[in-house]
């Protein structure tokens, strides 16, 4: 790093004076909502609809100006520390060692793109409000940072792991578009199935805030539709096909253009078509390195892979900037990028499986049991007439029991030298693997109807998450424990 940069962010910054028109748009949008919701009561009249807009707007360009004028950044190089000045009424000091700093994200969204600036974010292992975000800053200044953010990461890795290959610098991984393809066509269905009932209903919601009487054209449409199983079929098939165009679209949007590359000792991850992200992260803090692979995906060598560094459990999850996703790589690129942030191969492992009885016990609560209650109610309740509602329980019985046979085989622990892996799922296979020198905590527990049977099951906390395996051999799950316990108290490496 030049004497000129040194010199340059020695003192305080301001952000971009653009930054006050970002700052402003960012608040419009947060309040949007809140705005719709204040007009309502108006009716809409063009009148008041343009004061009420013109005070809204003034009142959200103060606070941007406020936001942007008091806020300040620089770095103390002499004692290796960000710095922070934000705030008006309540003013606030933030000083971040570099060696707190994991990740550095530049991002630009389209109003960024409109005025040509960046969005730098600094995160830490620590709560939600440790983590720097500067809003608004030229392309320059955002080159500096990222040369900055490498020597620091350069600096706070030097002596940490001397097996770290530096010769490996530049090698890269990148996504292309027939693949981000494959992988919104064969990626996320229940979590965006859910999303879609979860936005159906706040809309109702909406409707019952702005009392708009919907309940009359849904009855009369649920009384005037014959459910036979062509309709059935064709309200199958439109929901299957929104989730596959959501899917692929958010995939094509968030991801496209991906690329990952190692740069000395960190790994930049490029993508992004509206928003546009850089991170760069460093290998030794990654805390779980996590691969999801389901039955399509299987036939066509694809996988997903997600890579978590250390986060705090204040932080929301939707929030967390310290998760990387890397969308639809093949077995090889996993391989390879598994290489790139651990410089280490897997050893000859044990397999762990779990008891029998975890498969029969899934059957009881999840199959037989609701099956019964299912029968009971409507011996009752006859909410169904006796041939749909027989369908429904064979249905559901099958469905129940073949998912609790699926997550009984799909559990596996799989312990090496270097290395524990969880693999867990139904549909979804999702296999965690975890250095073993960065578990923080092993937690070895036995109920005791277990006792007999000699299970037990066994919990691992890393400042990445938590993973857990169940109803296993408790003696095997014993000599793990200890292995792992030894292999953390021995190690001289460092993971933040």
Request: aromatic share 14%.
């Amino acid at each position: 790093m030049n004497r000129e940069i040194i010199d340059k962010y020695s003192v305080y910054r301001k952000q971009s004076k653009v930054g006050a028109l970002v700052f402003l748009f960012d608040s419009i949008r947060k309040n949007a909502v809140n705005f719709l919701f204040i007009l309502v009561p108006t009716g809409f009249d063009l009148l008041v609809f343009v004061i009420v807009s013109l005070v809204f707007v003034f009142i959200l360009s103060i606070y941007a100006y406020i936001q942007y004028y008091y806020f300040e950044y620089g770095f103390d190089f002499e004692k290796s520390e960000f710095l922070v000045k934000k705030g008006w009424l309540k003013k606030t000091k933030l000083s971040v060692p570099f060696e707190k700093i994991q990740q550095v994200n530049i991002n630009q969204n389209i109003i960024h793109k409109v005025f040509n600036l960046y969005e730098i974010q600094m995160d830490t292992a620590g709560s939600k409000d440790t983590e720097v975000d500067i809003k608004a800053v030229s392309r320059e200044i955002a080159e500096d940072f990222k040369q900055i953010s490498e020597t620091i990461k350069k600096i706070t890795s030097k002596n940490i792991d001397e097996s770290i290959d530096i010769k490996k610098s530049g090698e890269s991984l990148e996504i292309d578009l027939l693949t981000l393809v494959k992988t919104g066509l064969t990626s996320r269905y229940f979590e965006t199935l859910g999303a879609i009932i979860a936005l159906f209903f706040a809309g109702i919601a909406m409707l019952n805030d702005l009392e708009i009487d919907y309940a009359p054209a849904v009855v009369d449409f649920y009384y005037e539709t014959d459910f036979n199983l062509l309709a059935v079929s064709i309200i199958t098939f439109i929901a299957i096909y929104i989730v596959l165009m959501v899917n692929l679209c958010l995939t094509l949007i968030k991801y496209y253009g991906y690329k990952a590359f190692k740069k000395l000792q960190n790994l930049e991850v490029k993508y992004g078509l509206i928003q546009t992200k850089s991170i760069l992260l460093s290998p030794i803090k990654v805390q779980e390195f996590r691969s999801t692979q389901n039955w399509i995906q299987k036939k066509i060598n694809l996988r997903n892979v997600r890579i978590s560094q250390a986060s705090s459990m204040h932080v929301a999850a939707p929030n967390r900037r310290n998760i990387v996703d890397v969308p639809g790589c093949s077995n090889e690129q996993m391989d390879k990028l598994f290489d790139i942030i651990y410089n280490n191969k897997i050893d000859d492992e044990i397999v762990v499986r779990p008891s029998i009885r975890k498969f029969l016990i899934n059957l009881s609560f999840f199959a037989i049991l609701p099956t019964v209650i299912f029968i009971i109610l409507h011996k009752n309740v006859s909410f169904l007439n006796n041939t749909y509602f027989l369908n429904f329980c064979i249905f559901y019985f099958i469905l129940s029991s073949f998912a609790a046979w699926r997550f009984y085989r799909n559990s596996m622990l799989f312990y090496s030298k270097n290395f524990i892996k969880i693999q867990s799922g139904f549909w979804d296979i999702k296999t965690k693997t975890i250095e073993n020198y960065k578990i923080q905590s092993v937690m070895l527990y036995q109920a005791f109807w277990h006792k007999k049977f000699n299970l037990g099951s066994i919990i691992l906390l890393t400042a990445g998450g938590m993973s857990y395996i169940t109803t296993c051999n408790y003696e095997v799950l014993k000599k793990i424990t200890n292995n792992v316990m030894y292999s953390v108290e021995t190690s001289k490496k460092r993971w933040m």
